[in-house]
Structures are given as structure tokens and as C-alpha cells.
């Protein structure tokens, strides 16, 4: 079991909300591009989460997610919720996808 703390950017965390669940996180590789004065540039790539039965109202008007092993509270993924990609209800949950940082 996972644990997902949700709130907003900026806001103290004891303001978070703290749900429990089941997650799947797919982290892409690193993405690196040639500048033109050819240095190589690396940069992280959003992450793709699953929430197994999770729920989309939970994340309505949040920006920031941290999720953490319910067990021993070791933080997994931390970050920015990408909006712009969109919460998508798939056949076992929902899918979101999480700028690290």
C-alpha cells in the first residue's frame, strides 16, 4: 500500500490531504538534447502514475502530489501535477501524469 498526500504549491504540507491506495508510477528515462553551443542538456520527463481505484475528484483543483510506501513513509514521487496531459479514468483507476521535482 502506497500513501498519496494532495494540496496545493506553496502551502504548508499539514494542509495536504492524505488518502491510501495502490500505485503503479512508470518513470521514462532522462531526456537529453544538444544545445547549439554543444553541450549535452539533461532534463526529467513527466512520470506517468496510476492509481489503482483511484479517485479523480481527490485531484480537482490540486497541483501537487507526494507519494510515499505506507510502511516505512519512504517518499517515492514528489511533484507537480501535469495538467495539461490531463487525469484519464482507465479501466482499473485513473492515470495522471507528475512533473518530478
Same mark, same amino acid.
Given at each position: ?55 479523480? *475528484? ?6 501537487? @502530489?507526494?507519494?510515499? #510506501?505506507? /510502511?516505512?513513509?519512504?517518499? =517515492?514521487?514528489?511533484? *507537480? ?6 487525469? @484519464?479514468?482507465?479501466? #482499473?483507476? /485513473?492515470?495522471?501524469?507528475? =512533473?518530478?521535482?
Amino acid at each position: 500500500m502506497h500513501t498519496i498526500k494532495i494540496g496545493l504549491t506553496g502551502h504548508p504540507l499539514d494542509t495536504f490531504i492524505a488518502l491510501s491506495g495502490r500505485f503503479e508510477i512508470a518513470r521514462p528515462p532522462l531526456g537529453t538534447v544538444m544545445s547549439v553551443d554543444g553541450k549535452l542538456s539533461v532534463f526529467d520527463q513527466p512520470v506517468r502514475v496510476m492509481w489503482i481505484d483511484g479517485d479523480a *475528484e481527490a485531484l480537482k483543483g490540486r497541483t501537487r @502530489v507526494i507519494i510515499t #510506501r505506507t /510502511i516505512d513513509a519512504f517518499e =517515492l514521487l514528489s511533484g *507537480e501535477i501535469a495538467w495539461n496531459a490531463g487525469v @484519464v479514468r482507465v479501466e #482499473r483507476g /485513473i492515470q495522471f501524469q507528475v =512533473l518530478p521535482g
